[in-house]
């Protein structure tokens, strides 16, 4: 069985349908496969499986061009992946961008392969400009993904949201 927390995933994914998101791209990842399940199943969303990370940017930014709201689900590594794509065309050709990033490598990660990518992940998003906020809690899902999806749109630009330990892993 997965600690990986199939109701806070639920709660994440019903309000990213909320604010109009239809299509989502993502790689397999341990805190995003319920997510990911769940965009699979449900015939209003489109599921678009990457190879890698980067790929979600020009997923993304087509299906803005194409008047579909999107979303990219990736881990902080995948962040890092995807820099080159973030400024090259989102952040260059001012196209919205919801990211939400698996928060690998916070307090109590314990696997050690996470830990580099997650002790950069915020300084990373300030160093790039990219207004961020956490995911940790369940009462507070549905507005800031809310309000991110509305910055995004009306800045033109990329935001994300930091999926936190707290949120999507239900300790044993």
Request: charged share 20%.
């Amino acid at each position: 069985m997965s600690p990986v927390s199939v109701t806070s995933s639920r709660i994440v994914y019903d309000a990213l349908k909320a604010t109009g998101v239809r299509l989502v791209s993502a790689l397999p990842e341990t805190w995003l496969v319920h997510l990911i399940r769940m965009a699979e199943e449900d015939p209003e969303m489109i599921l678009v499986r990457l190879a890698k990370e980067e790929e979600g940017v020009g997923i993304s930014a087509g299906a803005h061009l194409a008047g579909v709201k999107s979303a990219m689900l990736m881990q902080n590594h995948g962040l890092l992946a995807s820099i080159n794509g973030i400024v090259s065309c989102a952040q260059l050709y001012r196209i919205p961008l919801l990211m939400l990033i698996s928060y690998r490598g916070e307090f109590g990660e314990r696997d050690p392969w996470q830990t580099e990518g997650g002790g950069v992940t915020e300084d990373l998003l300030r160093a790039l400009r990219i207004p961020f906020s956490y995911l940790d809690n369940v009462g507070h899902v549905a507005a800031r993904i809310a309000k991110a999806q509305t910055l995004s749109l009306s800045a033109n630009k990329p935001v994300a949201l930091l999926l936190c330990r707290d949120l999507m892993w239900e300790e044993n």
